[in-house]
């Protein structure tokens, strides 16, 4: 099943069980379309090149709430994993807690870029992570 935005059911859980103070890395896993689908408009561009494209608008967005990425990197293929699943490329970003992400995702300036990624992925994973946590 393909997956590229999140789930209101899923996100509520994740918010649930997430501690707000401690920060929060998350994990992106990405799947490229070849070529980017608006629902809005017809851009003529990969979907790397609209992923690109959204990670530049959305810089501001990220940094508004004191998060970073700290790494992104291309994905050359799984060891462990179902024999179909394959990734693109990874990016982990840090967020201050959960209620920064939230505040990121819930800002006016991050709806007006997210179409861009969406456009851009024909499936991804984002995956919540906590710090040096057993």
């Not at 899923?10 to 401690?22: E, I, R």
Request: hydrophobic share 40%; proline share 5%.
């Amino acid at each position: 099943m393909n997956a590229v935005n999140p789930a209101p059911e899923q996100l509520k859980k994740v918010l649930a069980d997430t501690p707000k103070d401690q920060p929060v890395v998350m994990l992106n896993l990405l799947r490229f379309r070849d070529k980017a689908d608006y629902a809005d408009e017809s851009g003529d561009r990969s979907g790397r090149e609209a992923y690109q494209l959204y990670m530049r608008e959305a810089a501001a967005c990220v940094s508004a709430v004191g998060a970073e990425v700290i790494w992104s990197g291309r994905s050359v293929g799984s060891l462990i994993a179902p024999p179909d699943e394959s990734w693109d490329q990874v990016l982990l970003v840090r967020y201050p807690s959960i209620d920064a992400f939230m505040a990121m995702i819930e800002s006016a300036e991050y709806k007006g870029v997210v179409k861009h990624r969406t456009a851009a992925l024909s499936d991804s994973r984002l995956v919540a992570n906590l710090e040096g946590q057993r």
